[in-house]
């Protein structure tokens, strides 16, 4: 069956909120992204939060870009590679690839993950984030290590 004018144009839109997300992320730039961002947006990621407190789920606009703004500042981005985008109505589902460098440890992170993303009215509700926890928890633990240790060798001088 044929896809209504009404739901072409919702698939159109969340295309274009989801691409014009995808590209403030990638540029680091959390003022185009922000009115992306339902007041009320809902981030889950399948992570332990105090173990990886960069990718910890979040509740409200505020505290997402909290959230974004920590990653800013503890990673260089290397790439940030939407590999495949499926539109499905208000949702937009991918697969996505980032390079990351931890700019206090020098420690590179390659990972993929799946997002689903929800947009209601021209704004994300939800962002659902899916990675191998395991290894993204392995990394933090690496990292934490690694600024203990070069905090103790250049604070005790």
């Not at 540029?27 to 007041?39: G, K, V």
């Not at 409200?60 to 940030?80: H, P, R, W």
């Not at 937009?92 to 799946?114: F, P, V």
């Not at 191998?132 to 990292?143: M, S």
Request: proline share 3%; aromatic share 8%.
């Amino acid at each position: 069956m044929p896809k209504s004018l009404k739901s072409v144009i919702e698939e159109a839109n969340t295309h274009h909120i989801f691409l014009a997300a995808v590209s403030a992320w990638a540029n680091r730039d959390l003022n185009s992204l922000a009115p992306l961002i339902a007041d009320e947006v809902i981030r889950n990621v399948n992570v332990d939060p105090v173990i990886v407190p960069f990718a910890a789920s979040v509740v409200g606009k505020d505290a997402y870009l909290e959230t974004l703004q920590l990653n800013l500042q503890k990673f260089e981005f290397g790439a940030y590679v939407t590999d495949f985008l499926q539109i499905d109505g208000n949702i937009a589902r991918a697969s996505m690839k980032t390079i990351w460098t931890h700019r206090g440890s020098g420690e590179m992170l390659k990972t993929r993950h799946t997002v689903v993303v929800t947009q209601r009215n021209g704004k994300i509700v939800s962002f659902d984030k899916y990675c191998d926890a395991a290894y993204l928890e392995a990394f933090a633990r690496l990292v934490a290590t690694c600024n203990r240790g070069y905090e103790a060798n250049h604070t005790s001088r």
